[in-house]
T-cell receptor, first 113, second 114 residues
Framework: GAGVSQSPSNKVTEKGKDVELRCDPI?????LYWYRQRLGQGLEFLIY????????KSGLPSDRFSAERTGESVSTLTIQRTQQEDSAVYLC???????????FGPGTRLTVL | AQSVTQLGSHVSVSEGALVLLRCNYS??????LFWYVQYPNQGLQLLLK??????LVKGINGFEAEFKKSETSFHLTKPSAHMSDAAEYFC????????????FGKGTMLLVSP
């Protein structure tokens, strides 16, 4: 079946603009995760959804970052008033109860000029 | 709290040589451990995972890793490197629950020369 998909694959924006990043998880996966990968760094956890609720938002770096999930499916990560330090690859992953493994999408590369 | 340390941001080997990528972890609970590989401009792909069963775990593409509790290590090995193994490798730890978040190391770039 289809894997995790993310859109757009690349996004270039100007400092101060808002951006929305989309994630479509594998059908039937109840858990969804967002990570940020800065150049030369590991993955930084942002937020985790179980169904449509987010029991763990501890990784969101500031109140400019928010995320929602609807229909236990698609999720949107929104960054308001983008800053240059927000430039990174944003990765989405999903998992189901049995697998333990998280399946990753290809990521969205965000560049803030 | 959990953390992962990967020794060496870059490892270079010759084709056919042994691959050894080091990972040490800390966890306040019995951990689940993972190795992921990331090829350029792609997402992460699971190589193998340890979930408290056998301590020697075999994964895809000939990779394996051994969980050593006494050393808090989960090093990744492959007997003979192939050019196609060149990629970035990430070690990760979770708290042992199916829905725990993963804490990743900073990654090790594997370079394979002919």
């Amino acid at each position: 079946g289809a894997g995790v998909s993310q859109s757009p694959s690349n996004k270039v924006t100007e400092k101060g603009k808002d951006v929305e990043l989309r994630c479509d998880p594998i059908s039937g996966h109840t858990a969804l995760y967002w990570y940020r990968q800065r150049l030369g760094q590991g993955l930084e956890f942002l937020i985790y959804f179980q169904g449509n609720s987010a029991p763990d938002k501890s990784g969101l770096p500031s109140d400019r970052f928010s995320a929602e999930r609807t229909g236990e499916s698609v999720s949107t990560l929104t960054i308001q008033r983008t800053q240059q330090e927000d430039s990174a690859v944003y990765l989405c992953a999903s998992s189901d109860r049995q697998a333990l493994e998280q399946f990753f999408g290809p990521g969205t590369r965000l560049t803030v000029l | 709290a959990q953390s992962v340390t990967q020794l060496g941001s870059h490892v270079s080997v010759s084709e056919g040589a042994l691959v050894l990528l080091r990972c040490n972890y800390s966890s306040s609970v019995p951990p689940y451990l993972f190795w992921y590989v990331q090829y350029p401009n792609q997402g992460l792909q699971l190589l193998l995972k340890y979930t408290s069963a056998a301590t020697l775990v075999k994964g895809i593409n000939g990779f394996e890793a051994e969980f050593k509790k006494s050393e808090t290590s989960f090093h990744l090995t492959k007997p003979s490197a192939h050019m196609s193994d060149a990629a970035e490798y990430f070690c990760a730890v979770s708290g042992g629950s199916g829905y725990s978040t993963l804490t990743f190391g900073k990654g090790t770039m594997l370079l394979v020369s002919p």
